[in-house]
């Protein structure tokens, strides 16, 4: 009977022993590393817009060839997939009085991206324009005409025509 006590208080120190250690276990557990995560979001408006440093009525020379600068265009747009630009005229690209008219050709420097050789605008121009670095805090280009240089056989007065830039964020 002395054995078996023996043997049972053998028993019940080995099996304290894991329990022991677990709780050792546990005081090093502060040591261990960990982590938690922080999810952040945030959005920006889209803005897509062309602000004219064009004076609203600008008087061209009538008898040069040479390119007329008007002002500058200045594009911001932010949008992911860029814009579509669309240049016309009142007049489909003519100085009108009455019935009498004076083609001309529009240009647009700057940039790649915003840049039009001179054009006859008898019809709308549209160009899609990719998004740039440059585009989303103002790109400015120059906007000019060339006329045909002679003002033979015209009749005096005012001859007038409007152009219309307008962008689109696609």
């Known amino acids: 009977m002395i054995l078996r006590t023996l043997a049972t208080g053998l028993l019940l120190a080995t099996a304290a022993a894991p329990a022991l250690a677990q709780q050792a276990d546990v005081g090093a557990g502060a040591n261990m590393a960990t982590s938690g995560t922080i999810e952040m979001r945030a959005t920006t408006p889209e803005v897509c817009t062309v602000v004219s440093g064009v004076a609203e009525v600008t008087t ?12 500058d265009l200045t594009y911001v747009c932010n949008s992911i997939s860029g814009f579509s630009r669309r240049i016309f005229s009142e007049n489909n690209g003519a100085l009108v009085r009455g019935d009498d008219r004076i083609a001309y050709r529009f240009a647009h420097g700057g940039a790649a991206p915003l840049a ?9 121009v549209t160009t ?7 585009i989303t805090v103002g790109e400015s280009g120059p906007v000019s005409v060339y006329m045909p240089g002679s003002t033979t056989g015209l009749l005096a007065g005012a001859y007038e025509d409007t152009v219309t830039v307008e962008i689109t964020a696609e």
């Open 60 to 71: 061209v020379d009538l008898t040069t060839t040479s390119g007329q600068v008007l002002g």
């Open 116 to 124: 039009l050789a001179p054009t006859e605008l008898s019809s709308p």
């Open 128 to 134: 899609a324009v990719a998004p740039f670095g440059a």
